[in-house]
C-alpha cells in the first residue's frame, strides 16, 4: 500500500518555473517505480516522467530538456522540477506509483495515484 499526497501546484507565467512534490507513505523497504502524469481540461491522461527504484528515467518529449522528475534514496518524496513552462503545460498534476515490474509511462501500469495538483501557466 503507498499513500501519495502531491504539492507545490500553482499559477506562474510562461518562462517560469515550478517544483512539485509528492509525499509517499509505504514500507519501508518496497520498491517502486514512481511516475508523474497529467491531464488538462477535456484532454486525455498522459504520463510526464517516471523514475525507477534504481534511479532510471523515462520523459515524454514533451517535456524532455525542460522537467527533471528525482527522488529520495527511501522513495519517500517523489520531485518534478519544472522549467520553462508553457500555457500547455496547464494541467492537473498526480503522482503515481507502479508495484509491478518495470517503469513506464502508462497510466494503466499504476497500481496507486494521488489526488492531484493543479498547475496554471499563464501566457
Known amino acids: 500500500q503507498v499513500d501519495l499526497v502531491e504539492s507545490g501546484g500553482g499559477s506562474v507565467q510562461a518562462g517560469g518555473s515550478l517544483r512539485l512534490s509528492c509525499a509517499a507513505t509505504k514500507s519501508t523497504y518496497s520498491r517502486y517505480c514512481l511516475a508523474w502524469f497529467r491531464q488538462a481540461s477535456g484532454k486525455l491522461r498522459e504520463g510526464v516522467a517516471s523514475i525507477d527504484h534504481d534511479g532510471t528515467t523515462t520523459y515524454a518529449d514533451s517535456v524532455k530538456g525542460r522537467f527533471t522528475i528525482s527522488q529520495d534514496n527511501a522513495q519517500t518524496t517523489l520531485w518534478l522540477q519544472m522549467n520553462n513552462l508553457k500555457p500547455e503545460d496547464t494541467a492537473t498534476y498526480y503522482c503515481?506509483?507502479?508495484?509491478?515490474?518495470?517503469?513506464?509511462?502508462?497510466?494503466?501500469?499504476?497500481?496507486?495515484w494521488g489526488k492531484g495538483t493543479l498547475v496554471t501557466i499563464s501566457s
Open positions: 503515481a506509483a507502479d508495484a509491478g515490474w518495470g517503469c513506464s509511462l502508462s497510466g494503466s501500469d499504476m497500481d496507486y
